[in-house]
């Protein structure tokens, strides 16, 4: 009886080592290939492209953030949006935070991104934010800022 008992209890330490060995592995694996790490602005890279489109609906200008990352690593990215409605405007904000995560092989993430929306040329009724959240900084664009500003210059 002594005997099998000690059996089992090396069975059971072996099967505990063997599980808590794959839970650290899975982790890891997660961490290095799923969450990532946070970004710094030395990074990254933002840029911003301008251009004008028309359609039936009107005349707008499109305004698309492209987001690189310098480090050669992936590029993943948690995104959410937030809509507030006061005093007849809409506020949209849109809250990006870039994460690098190490390349997975034969898979086509690449390092880039972009982010983006159209502004109505004669209604300015919708404020729009691009929020970019890094490890050390963030930075905060206007799009309707930056949208006056173009057809300032044009």
Same mark, same amino acid.
């Given at each position: ?6 059996? #089992?209890?090396?069975i ?12 650290? *592995? ?6 290095l290939?799923?969450? &990532?790490? *946070? ?5 990254i ?6 251009s004008?489109?028309?359609?039936n609906? &009107?005349?707008?200008?499109d ?5 690189t990352l310098?480090? &050669? ?15 007849? +405007?809409?506020? +949209? ?6 994460? #690098?995560?190490?390349?997975?092989p ?6 880039? #991104?972009?982010? &983006?929306?159209?502004v109505?040329k004669?209604?300015?009724g919708?404020k @729009? ?14 799009? @309707?800022?930056?949208?006056t ?6």
């Open positions: 009886m002594e005997k099998a008992k000690k059996r #089992a209890t090396k059971t330490a072996s099967v505990f080592g063997i599980l808590s060995f794959v839970t650290a *592995a899975a982790l890891i694996c997660l961490k290939f799923y969450w &990532g790490f *946070a970004v710094s602005a030395d990074d890279s933002i840029s911003c492209d301008i004008e489109l028309s359609n609906a &009107g005349d707008f200008i305004v698309e953030f492209n987001v310098k480090n &050669g690593m992936s590029l993943m990215y948690d995104a959410n949006v937030c809509m507030d409605f006061t005093d007849d +405007r809409s506020f +949209r904000y849109e809250y990006v935070t870039p994460r #690098a995560v190490f390349r997975i034969f898979d086509d993430t690449g390092s880039s #991104a972009s982010f &983006g929306c159209s109505d004669s209604n300015s919708l @729009n934010e691009f929020n970019f959240i890094l490890k050390d900084t963030s930075y905060k664009y206007d799009v @309707n800022d930056i949208v500003d173009y057809l300032q210059d044009a």
